[in-house]
């Protein structure tokens, strides 16, 4: 299997740490959990990116080259570098499925491996779960939006790199778009890819009827035409008088897409000037800097708008660029642990989330429990990796794709709102909770009262 990174991509303090592992002899099991500090301006997430996680532990490994490039550093003893040459995953993996709406302080992975093991991998962990996760998350709330209308991902040329190109194109998809204009994504992820043209195109040629036409001649099937360069009025009315003979000449004009300027009043004029013209079968498509705010509110305005192309505030998740998120040791040796930070303290020991459900399945509140407990809720973390073999997922992405669908129609309608973050209960069990107290007060014992007398 072809290595899906290097192990070398990570922190150099991830290999400082597993040379004192290495000296000390803490190769014991730990269990380190990922999970979300805070949803930000999101009442929801959307767990993703666990595919990509999977397939880099499964080919995990340091190659005899990567060696050498250490040992050349000078910082790390022959001894170590050894042991580093055979280092594989052999350990376990829980996680909750992609598509899974989850929310703060809840794990969504759980990793349990000899301690060098578990620690080297937690900054590529982070780095994909993480992208996927906040990008899904706002794709699925533009996906509310649209409220059924066509989505489709534009936003490779100002996502942050060709990897995320095509993760934001998975995740987009993944959260219910329709698809991406992204080929390689449509090649590699089987994701459907749309295209229309560039205002390039237009400017090419000597005027807007002779690219229409030279376009719709070379590509007759699925024809959109951007009609926005100079004059997007004008524009719909030549649209509307070349239209049927392209019709007839076998090219079928399925849209006009607009790009710029007051998208819901264009979109207004554009369909009086089509429907005038005879050519009412002609859908309109907006582009240009839209998010679920603007998608929204044309919706809301009823803009005669039958789909969005969502880029570059969706890729980079502009509202909110990035999640307070970690991935934390809970258990080392059998021993819980947790950290006591201000602002950043956590909860010891493996742990299970359980969805509870109400009438008609509707979401009702998650548990969040210690791992061996009971519930009658769902659990959400599911066995995907043993001794570091993958268990074989159930309909890939696809599968993802309807489950969240079906999440979505299960969500509390608060939940659904675009304009103000509303909370779901997350309770902490009472055992967890013991836990906790129990783990802080060996940490921090109380003081010996002084000898009297």
Request: with cysteine; net charge neutral; glycine share 8%.
């Given at each position: 299997?072809?290595?899906?990174?290097?192990?070398?991509?990570?922190?150099?303090?991830?290999?400082?740490?597993?040379?004192?592992?290495?000296?000390?002899?803490?190769?014991?099991?730990?269990?380190?959990?990922?999970?979300?500090?805070?949803?930000?301006?999101?009442?929801?997430?959307?767990?993703?990116?666990?595919?990509?996680?999977?397939?880099?532990?499964?080919?995990?490994?340091?190659?005899?080259?990567?060696?050498?490039?250490?040992?050349?550093?000078?910082?790390?003893?022959?001894?170590?570098?050894?042991?580093?040459?055979?280092?594989?995953?052999?350990?376990?993996?829980?996680?909750?499925?992609?598509?899974?709406?989850?929310?703060?302080?809840?794990?969504?992975?759980?990793?349990?491996?000899?301690?060098?093991?578990?620690?080297?991998?937690?900054?590529?962990?982070?780095?994909?779960?993480?992208?996927?996760?906040?990008?899904?998350?706002?794709?699925?709330?533009?996906?509310?939006?649209?409220?059924?209308?066509?989505?489709?991902?534009?936003?490779?040329?100002?996502?942050?790199?060709?990897?995320?190109?095509?993760?934001?194109?998975?995740?987009?998809?993944?959260?219910?778009?329709?698809?991406?204009?992204?080929?390689?994504?449509?090649?590699?992820?089987?994701?459907?890819?749309?295209?229309?043209?560039?205002?390039?195109?237009?400017?090419?040629?000597?005027?807007?009827?002779?690219?229409?036409?030279?376009?719709?001649?070379?590509?007759?099937?699925?024809?959109?035409?951007?009609?926005?360069?100079?004059?997007?009025?004008?524009?719909?009315?030549?649209?509307?008088?070349?239209?049927?003979?392209?019709?007839?000449?076998?090219?079928?004009?399925?849209?006009?897409?607009?790009?710029?300027?007051?998208?819901?009043?264009?979109?207004?004029?554009?369909?009086?000037?089509?429907?005038?013209?005879?050519?009412?079968?002609?859908?309109?498509?907006?582009?240009?800097?839209?998010?679920?705010?603007?998608?929204?509110?044309?919706?809301?305005a009823g803009a005669p708008i039958q789909g969005y192309g969502?880029?570059?505030?969706?890729?980079?998740?502009?509202?909110?660029?990035?999640?307070?998120?970690?991935?934390?040791?809970?258990?080392?040796?059998?021993?819980?642990?947790?950290?006591?930070?201000?602002?950043?303290?956590?909860?010891?020991?493996?742990?299970?989330?359980?969805?509870?459900?109400?009438?008609?399945?509707?979401?009702?509140?998650?548990?969040?429990?210690?791992?061996?407990?009971?519930?009658?809720?769902?659990?959400?973390?599911?066995?995907?990796?043993?001794?570091?073999?993958?268990?074989?997922?159930?309909?890939?992405?696809?599968?993802?794709?309807?489950?969240?669908?079906?999440?979505?129609?299960?969500?509390?309608?608060?939940?659904?709102?675009?304009?103000?973050?509303?909370?779901?209960?997350?309770?902490?069990?009472?055992?967890?909770?013991?836990?906790?107290?129990?783990?802080?007060?060996?940490?921090?014992?109380?003081?010996?009262?002084?000898?009297?007398?």
């Amino acid at each position: 299997m072809e290595r899906a990174a290097s192990a070398l991509l990570t922190d150099l303090y991830q290999l400082t740490m597993l040379q004192s592992y290495h000296r000390s002899g803490m190769h014991a099991p730990a269990v380190f959990e990922f999970f979300v500090r805070s949803q930000g301006p999101r009442s929801f997430l959307v767990a993703a990116g666990l595919e990509q996680a999977l397939d880099y532990l499964a080919t995990l490994a340091v190659e005899p080259f990567e060696v050498e490039q250490l040992r050349a550093l000078g910082r790390f003893d022959p001894g170590f570098l050894a042991a580093l040459a055979g280092l594989r995953f052999t350990g376990d993996v829980d996680a909750v499925p992609e598509g899974t709406i989850v929310f703060a302080g809840e794990p969504l992975l759980r990793v349990r491996a000899p301690l060098p093991q578990a620690q080297l991998v937690e900054s590529r962990i982070v780095n994909l779960l993480h992208y996927q996760t906040m990008v899904a998350s706002k794709a699925a709330r533009c996906v509310l939006a649209a409220r059924g209308r066509r989505l489709v991902d534009f936003g490779m040329r100002r996502s942050h790199g060709a990897e995320a190109a095509l993760l934001a194109a998975r995740a987009t998809w993944l959260a219910g778009f329709d698809g991406t204009a992204t080929l390689q994504a449509g090649l590699r992820l089987g994701i459907p890819v749309f295209g229309t043209m560039a205002h390039s195109f237009v400017q090419a040629h000597a005027s807007e009827q002779q690219a229409f036409e030279a376009y719709a001649r070379a590509c007759p099937e699925h024809v959109t035409f951007l009609i926005d360069t100079y004059d997007t009025e004008a524009a719909a009315r030549l649209v509307a008088q070349i239209s049927p003979g392209l019709e007839r000449a076998g090219a079928h004009v399925e849209a006009v897409r607009i790009d710029s300027g007051d998208l819901g009043a264009c979109a207004r004029r554009v369909r009086a000037i089509l429907d005038e013209g005879g050519c009412p079968h002609i859908g309109i498509f907006a582009s240009g800097n839209l998010d679920e705010a603007q998608v929204d509110a044309l919706a809301r305005a009823g803009a005669p708008i039958q789909g969005y192309g969502v880029g570059t505030r969706m890729n980079t998740s502009a509202d909110a660029p990035y999640l307070d998120c970690a991935y934390k040791l809970v258990d080392y040796a059998g021993r819980p642990t947790l950290k006591l930070s201000s602002g950043k303290a956590t909860w010891p020991g493996a742990k299970q989330v359980f969805r509870r459900h109400g009438p008609r399945g509707a979401m009702l509140s998650d548990l969040v429990a210690l791992e061996g407990e009971q519930d009658s809720g769902l659990p959400l973390l599911q066995p995907v990796m043993r001794a570091g073999r993958r268990i074989d997922a159930q309909g890939g992405l696809p599968a993802a794709r309807a489950l969240l669908r079906a999440q979505l129609d299960a969500l509390p309608a608060p939940l659904r709102r675009l304009d103000e973050v509303a909370a779901y209960p997350v309770i902490v069990s009472d055992a967890l909770d013991a836990l906790a107290r129990q783990v802080r007060a060996s940490l921090n014992p109380a003081p010996r009262q002084p000898a009297h007398g």
